[in-house]
C-alpha cells in the first residue's frame, strides 16, 4: 500500500476546495442584475443573433452555431425565454443543414417549449415548419404534413400571409410525396396566389415549378410546361439556382415523356451541370473543418496527479495512514455521488425531452381541432346567410298574401307555408344557439323584468298550440316570491318556451303546469325554482340518459310523429349552464314528464315602465311625409317586400341595386335612414358604408342582412354602421329601430332630421 506524502495532501486539499465549490456553485442564484446590466445583456444577444444569421446567410454555419451558443448562455443568465426560443430554432436549422436531424429535432421541441412560455407565437409558427421540413427529410409525410399545416394556421392568425405562402408550399410538396396530386394541386395553386398578392417571387417561381410537376403526374403535359417555364423564368432573373436545378430536371421529364429526346437531353445536360455545382457548394461548407467546429462539450476530467517521492512505509506515522484512507474514502464518496447525480440528470433530460414531444404533439391536435371548430363556424355563418335571404322572401311574401285578404280556399295553404317558414327559421336559429354555446360566445345580460308577467306572456305565445292539442296550461306562482328580479330575461323566456313546447309537443288532450317556487333567500339574492309538468307520452329510461344531447329524441317514430329537430333541450341545458343554474328531469312512459331547474336571480326594487308597442300608431310626433329612406337591396323580391313594409308604415323610400349607387345617391340627396344590404355585387354594403362615414358621419345607416354569426358585428361597428337588423326580422322589431332612430334624430333637430350613430 502506497502512503501519500506532504505535498500531495496539499494537492488533494485543492482538489476537493475546487470539487466543493464546482458543488456550491451548481445550487447558487446569480445576483440580481440591474435593469441597465439586463439592457447591455440583451443588446449582445441580440448582436450575436444577428451576427449568427449573417454567417448561416453566408453558409458559415460553424461560426453561426459559436455565436448562438454565447447568445444563449446570455439569455439564460437574463431569462429571457423570447430569445432563447429564437436560439434554439436556429440551431436546430442548422443541426439540420449539417445533416443531424435528431439533433435538430429535439433542439426544436426545446424552442416550440420556450416560445409558448413567451407566447410567440409567430417563432412558434417559423419553428413548426422547420420541424416539418425535417420530417420530409425523414420521408414521414403525414407528420411533416401536420407541422406545415399549424404553422399555415399560426400565419393567418398573425395577418402574416407573405409568410403562410411557404407553409402552404411545403403542404403541397407533402401531398405530392403522399401521392395525393390533386390536394396537392390545391395548395400549390393556393402558395401560387398568396406570393403573388405579396410579390414573394422566390415562393412564386417554386410554387409554379412544383405545380408544373404535380401537373406531369396528372399527364397535362402542355399545362406543365407553361407553368415550369414560368417559374424558370422569374427564378433565373432573381438568381435562384436550387429553383432552377429542379425546373431543368422537370422540363427533361417532360420532354422525354412527350419524346422530344432532344430538348430532354438538353435541359439533363443543363440539370447535371448545375447540381454539381450545388453539390461542390455543399460540400465546401461541409469541409474537413467540421468536427473541429462543432465540437462544443463540457468535459469533466480528472486529473491525477503525479506521485512525489515516497518516504519509507518505516517513517510514516498512523496519522498519515489515517488521512490517506480517510481521502480515499471522501474521493471514493463524492465520485459515486456525482456519477449518481450524472445518471439521475440523464434520466430527468430523458423523461423531459418524452414530455416535450408528447407536449408538442397534443398542441398540434389542438389546434386542428380549433381549426376545425373556425371552419364549422364560417360554414355555418354561409350556410345561415344563403338560407335567410330566400327566407325573408319567404315570410315577407306570406305574411304580405295573408293581410291583402286573401280567398278562403287559399287562407289554410298561406298558413301553412307561413308554419314551414317559421319552422325553418326556428331551426336555423337552434343550430345557431348550439354553436354560440359551445364556442363559449354567449353571454349574460341582465335587466330589471316582471318574473310573473314573463312567464304569462311565454305561455300565452304558446296558447294556441296548446289548444290545437287540446292543452290546458296552468300556472303556479309563490307568493313567497318577489315579482320583479334583475336577470337575463331572454335566456330565461327561451328556456320556458322550448320546455314548454316540448311538452306541448309530447301531449294529447292533457294538462300542462308551470310552477315558479322560491327555494332558498339570501337577503336580495333568490334561488327560484322552475317546473314544467305534462301527462304527456314520457320519455323511457334508457333515452332520459342523453335527452340534453344534441338531435336527442325518443326514437325515431317518435321524431316522424310529432317532428322536431332535437335541438330544444340540448339549448336549454347551454343556456341554464350560462345562467349558473342545474337542471333536472323525471319521467314516465305513459304517465308524463317533469322538467324542474334552478337558477339565482336578483330582486330588483325599480318600478318598471311600460315600453310602447305600436311605434308608428302615433305618428304626430313626426312628420312622416318628410323622412327619406334609402334602400339598398340586389334582391328585387327583397326590394319590394322591404318597400312594402316601408310603406304600410306611411314611410317611402328610393331603391338602389349595388354600393357604387348608394354612394351616389347619398351624395346627392339628403336621407335620414339607409337600409343597407351587405353582400352585393360590386362593391360590398360594407365598403360602401365605409365610404359614405367619410364624407358624412351622423346619418343613420343599418345593415339590413343576414349574417348572424356574433364574430362579424365587430366589422359592422368599425365599417361604421348604426345598428343591425338581422334578416328574416319581426316586425316589431323593425319598427322599434326605425322610430327610435327617426325619434332620437326628431329631439336634435325640430325642422330636419339630424342624424345620431
Not at 178 to 187: R, S
Not at 503 to 526: A, L, M, V, Y
Not at 644 to 670: F, P, Q, R, S
Request: glycine content about 4%; charged content about 25%; hydrophobic content about 35%.
Amino acid at each position: 500500500m502506497f502512503l501519500y506524502t506532504q505535498p500531495m495532501k496539499s494537492h488533494f486539499i485543492k482538489f476537493f476546495t475546487c470539487l466543493i465549490l464546482c458543488f456550491v456553485g451548481l445550487n447558487l442564484q446569480a445576483q440580481n442584475l440591474t435593469e441597465k446590466e439586463k439592457e447591455v445583456i440583451k443588446s449582445k444577444i441580440n448582436f450575436n443573433i444577428s451576427q449568427a444569421q449573417k454567417n448561416i446567410d453566408n453558409n458559415q454555419y460553424y461560426k453561426a452555431q459559436s455565436d448562438l451558443d454565447e447568445a444563449l448562455a446570455l439569455a439564460n443568465q437574463i431569462n429571457d425565454n423570447k430569445n432563447i426560443g429564437l436560439i434554439y430554432s436556429k440551431i436546430g436549422k442548422i443541426q439540420f443543414i449539417t445533416e443531424e436531424s435528431n439533433e435538430a429535432l429535439q433542439t426544436l421541441i426545446k424552442a416550440i417549449e420556450k416560445q409558448r412560455f413567451a407566447e410567440d407565437n409567430i417563432n412558434i409558427a417559423e419553428t413548426y415548419k422547420t420541424i416539418g421540413i425535417v420530417y420530409m427529410s425523414k420521408n414521414n409525410f403525414n407528420r411533416a404534413l401536420d407541422y406545415f399545416t399549424s404553422a399555415e394556421g399560426l400565419f393567418e392568425n398573425e395577418d402574416l400571409h407573405d409568410f403562410e405562402a411557404e407553409s402552404v408550399l411545403y403542404k403541397g410538396d407533402a401531398y405530392y410525396n403522399l401521392e395525393n396530386y390533386e390536394e396537392a394541386e390545391i395548395e400549390y395553386e393556393k402558395a401560387v396566389s398568396i406570393s403573388k398578392s405579396y410579390l414573394n417571387n422566390k415562393i412564386l417561381s417554386s410554387a409554379y415549378v412544383h405545380l408544373g410537376k404535380n401537373k406531369i403526374k396528372l399527364g397535362q403535359f402542355d399545362e406543365a410546361e407553361k407553368l415550369i417555364t414560368q417559374g424558370l423564368t422569374i427564378a433565373q432573373k432573381n438568381n435562384f439556382p436550387s429553383i432552377t436545378n429542379i425546373a431543368y430536371a422537370s422540363l427533361s421529364d417532360i420532354y422525354n415523356e412527350t419524346e422530344d429526346y432532344k430538348k430532354s437531353n438538353t435541359y439533363l445536360k443543363k440539370h447535371i451541370k448545375l447540381n454539381d455545382s450545388l453539390l461542390m457548394a455543399k460540400r465546401g461548407f461541409l469541409s474537413s473543418d467540421k468536427r473541429l467546429d462543432k465540437l462544443y462539450s463540457n468535459p469533466v476530467e480528472y486529473q491525477k496527479e503525479k506521485e512525489a517521492d515516497l518516504e519509507k512505509e518505516a517513517s510514516s506515522t498512523w496519522l498519515e495512514k489515517l488521512t490517506t484512507i480517510l481521502s480515499i474514502a471522501l474521493i471514493t464518496i463524492l465520485s459515486l455521488l456525482t456519477l449518481s447525480l450524472y445518471k439521475n440528470n440523464n434520466i430527468r433530460l430523458k423523461s423531459n425531452n418524452i414530455l416535450h414531444k408528447k407536449n408538442a404533439e397534443l398542441t398540434i391536435a389542438m389546434e386542428k381541432a380549433e381549426l376545425a371548430t373556425k371552419t364549422k363556424a364560417n360554414f355555418l355563418s354561409t350556410v345561415t346567410h344563403e338560407l335567410r335571404t330566400p327566407l325573408y322572401a319567404v315570410t315577407g311574401l306570406t305574411n304580405m298574401l295573408l293581410e291583402e285578404d286573401p280567398k278562403p280556399g287559399q287562407v289554410q295553404h298561406l298558413k301553412s307555408l307561413k308554419f314551414s317558414g317559421d319552422y325553418l327559421l326556428t331551426f336555423i336559429n337552434d343550430i345557431l344557439q348550439i354553436n354560440k354555446i359551445e364556442a363559449n360566445k354567449v353571454d349574460i345580460e341582465p335587466e330589471v323584468f316582471n318574473l310573473k308577467k314573463k312567464a304569462e306572456n311565454v305561455m300565452s305565445a304558446l296558447n294556441n298550440s296548446a289548444l290545437d292539442n287540446n292543452i290546458t296550461l296552468h300556472l303556479e306562482y309563490d307568493r313567497d316570491l318577489p315579482t320583479n328580479f334583475n336577470a337575463d330575461q331572454l335566456k330565461i323566456s327561451q328556456i320556458l318556451i322550448n320546455l314548454i313546447g316540448n311538452s306541448i309537443k309530447f301531449t294529447k288532450d292533457g294538462d300542462i303546469w308551470i310552477r315558479i317556487i322560491k327555494q332558498n333567500q339570501n337577503g336580495e339574492n333568490f334561488e327560484v325554482r322552475f317546473e314544467v309538468e305534462d301527462n304527456g307520452i314520457g320519455i323511457s329510461e334508457e333515452k332520459q340518459q342523453n335527452m340534453f344531447e344534441s338531435f336527442s329524441q325518443g326514437s325515431i317514430q317518435i321524431n316522424r310523429k310529432y317532428g322536431g329537430t332535437g335541438l330544444g333541450l340540448s339549448i336549454v341545458k347551454g343556456l341554464i349552464d350560462i345562467l349558473k343554474g342545474k337542471i333536472y328531469m323525471k319521467s314516465q312512459l305513459g304517465k308524463g314528464t317533469t322538467f324542474f331547474f334552478e337558477i339565482p336571480m336578483k330582486k330588483s326594487n325599480e318600478i318598471i315602465v311600460e315600453k310602447k308597442a305600436n311605434y308608428f300608431n302615433e305618428i304626430d310626433e313626426i312628420e312622416l311625409s318628410n323622412i327619406k329612406i334609402l334602400v339598398v337591396e340586389d334582391n328585387k323580391i327583397n326590394q319590394m317586400i322591404t318597400k312594402k313594409i316601408l310603406n304600410k308604415m306611411k314611410l317611402y323610400c328610393d331603391v338602389v341595386d349595388n354600393g357604387e349607387e348608394a354612394v351616389d345617391m347619398v351624395k346627392t340627396t339628403k336621407y335620414d335612414v339607409v337600409l343597407m344590404d351587405i353582400h352585393m355585387p360590386g362593391i360590398s354594403g360594407m365598403e360602401a358604408t365605409k365610404i359614405i362615414r367619410t364624407f358624412d358621419k351622423e346619418l343613420t345607416i343599418f345593415a339590413l342582412t343576414a349574417v348572424t354569426i356574433e364574430d362579424k358585428m365587430q366589422e359592422f361597428e368599425e365599417a361604421g354602421f348604426t345598428d343591425i337588423i338581422p334578416k328574416p326580422f319581426k316586425q316589431e322589431d323593425f319598427e322599434k329601430k326605425l322610430f327610435n332612430a327617426l325619434m332620437l334624430s326628431e329631439k336634435g333637430d325640430n325642422s330636419t332630421l339630424n342624424h345620431t350613430s
